[in-house]
C-alpha cells in the first residue's frame, strides 16, 4: 500500500534542479513515484509503508541539497 505525500518546495530554477533531487531521491526504496514541477515547487511522491518518518528522511535529502521544503 502506498500514500501520497504532497510538498513545496523552494530554491528551484530548473529542471536540473528538479532531476537532481530526483536522483538523490531515488536511492530510497520507500518511494514507488516521484513528481516534481520545477517551476510550481510541488512535489508529489508515493511512499510504501510508514509515513511520516518516511517524509522526514525525504525532507531532510532535499534539504542537504540545498533547497527548501515547506508544507
Ligand atoms: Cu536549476
Known amino acids: 500500500m ?4 504532497k510538498m513545496n518546495i523552494s530554491g528551484m530554477c530548473c529542471q536540473n534542479c528538479s532531476k537532481a533531487i530526483e536522483s538523490s ?3 530510497f526504496e520507500f518511494i514507488s513515484k516521484i513528481e516534481i514541477d ?3 515547487g510541488v512535489a508529489e511522491f508515493d511512499i510504501v509503508g510508514r509515513i511520516e518518518e518516511n517524509e522526514t528522511t525525504v525532507i531532510t535529502a532535499i534539504t542537504d541539497l540545498g533547497y527548501k521544503v515547506k508544507d
Do not use: D, F, V
Open 38 to 40: 520545477p517551476k510550481s
Open 2 to 5: 502506498s500514500n501520497k505525500i
Open 25 to 27: 531521491l531515488s536511492k
